[in-house]
């Protein structure tokens, strides 16, 4: 058990964080901040980032690991084996996890999942052989990179972590402990499926209509009908959660309307995706869902029709004229 | 009847166009040209309609109405009544149609509602007393205004007249014949809800997603999101139309893509109004139609999901700080 190997020798528990946006950069910072060795596999910036170190200003205070004491590389193959992997990439990259995981960690290594949607640890599971647990992380964060290795965190931070087979539990607990002791409020739930969804709940309707309509957390919920919609996108994802199995109550729908009139007004990554020509993640946050709740005869039309209309908006530019 | 009015005398029907927007322009000045006494009833620009007269391109041609013979005013009264009105404004004024048309039309006139969406008919008919005829007149046509007294008509341009009541008919024989007369493609149909439905099977995908993703009507057919989407959007109109009792097929979808396909790539009015600011015709064209439906226990989620965000991209901008 990894908890052994930390307890017998003293040592944190060393970690990769793969992807360097506004999510790996956080949480890996503050994991190299309280102590643990952490080590970086980034697409592209590794140059720099080993040249400037990471700096990430968080809640008020400056987070910086200097140059001499980074580990960033673009092969897993030249960066030391991990006891724990944090896949903190764009859900719109998991085609390549399999390929890009590939000797991240130790044998029996953990692997958490930092994104959003659906589907992803099924993907680890399959394809990166000798993992041990395989977990979901939901980040419930506020953050933006602004270029290699920075980044700045706005508002909130709490993490929740779910094993994809209920026997990883204690693996959650420890990834949950050390984020507790790097400053992160940490959270573990046994059902991932219930944690993925409830996720969604927000993300179906924010994520979509923020970047559709250029418009703020905010902005959606002071307008009569676009609340209202977001509430039904709401009830169609606990209506398909619910039909698949996973048990969210429909009061959610009122709670997460509460939480979000009350949080500071948001723009999500989707929005800024959309405005800066990035990829979007809409295979991931949709239509794995519609995919889902179809599979047991719950139509999720709204949330389809927002898929289609991003999938528009988020189209390649054609090729210019030669 | 007006028929043996005109018969008796000889003379050509006389029409009051009341708005004009490109629709009111074209069929107005064809009708002009076409030898019947025209007069328009407008919300602004009579003074320079009075003084440059009316000119609208129509497929090659120029047609014109010089400033002698512009009969022109913003208020009813100030015009004399004629036998046929032409309800030519954008539905979201038909909260002041009956005011707008009191005094527009002889006893008995016939009012014919050139506009998209649905109600408007049975809003004229409980609003002005005294009316003949209330006819639906739906217009497939493209064409914008310019300015004041100025349109150009692009593309198509032909007229469905249905009556509100089946015993109006003949009216609407009327007006068909006039319109032909005047080089207008003009077709009467004895069920408006069928018509008024049959358009909204273009109208609800078309209007709102152009509208919303700044698309013309072939790239939204382009791209396969988009394109199921607006069949999705089709079949929810048809299912709708069906429920409310008017007798669409289903197989009426691939007609409209296979038109749409054929066209020449459109931009609906509705996309041009969001450009401009203008408001939006979302009551007639979306809610009237979710409301006939939910009142016949059919949903329209995808389409109560476009008036949702279309609602939400036309709001008042806010006032500027003072």
Known sequence: MTTDRMTADGARRSYTIVGAGAVG?????????????????????????????????????????????????????????????????????????GELLAGAGV???????????????????????????????????CAHRHGPGRAEHLDYGAVTLAPLEVEHLPAADEVAADLRRAGVEAAVLDDLGVARWRKLVWNIPFNGLCALLDASTDALLADAATRALVADLMDEVIAGARAAGHDIPEAFRDEMLAATDAMRPYDPSMKLDLAAGRPLEIDAIYDEAVRTAREVGVPMPRTEALAAMLRFRGRPAPLPPT
Not at 54 to 73: F, H, N
Not at 109 to 126: C, D, K, P, S
């Open 25 to 97: 950069l956080l949480y890996g910072t503050r994991l190299a901040v309280a102590g643990h060795p952490v080590r970086w596999l980034v697409r592209s910036g590794a140059d720099t980032i080993a040249a400037e170190g990471i700096e990430v200003q968080s809640e008020g205070r400056r987070l910086r690991i200097e140059p001499a004491d980074v580990v960033v590389a673009s092969e897993p193959g030249a960066l030391p084996a991990s006891d724990v992997v944090v896949v903190a990439t764009k859900t719109t990259a998991n085609g390549r996890l």
């Open 107 to 141: 044998p029996g290594a953990t692997i958490a999942v930092f994104q959003n949607g659906l589907g992803a640890e099924e993907v680890v599971r399959a394809q990166v052989p000798g993992t041990g647990a395989v977990l979901g992380g939901l980040c419930f964060v």
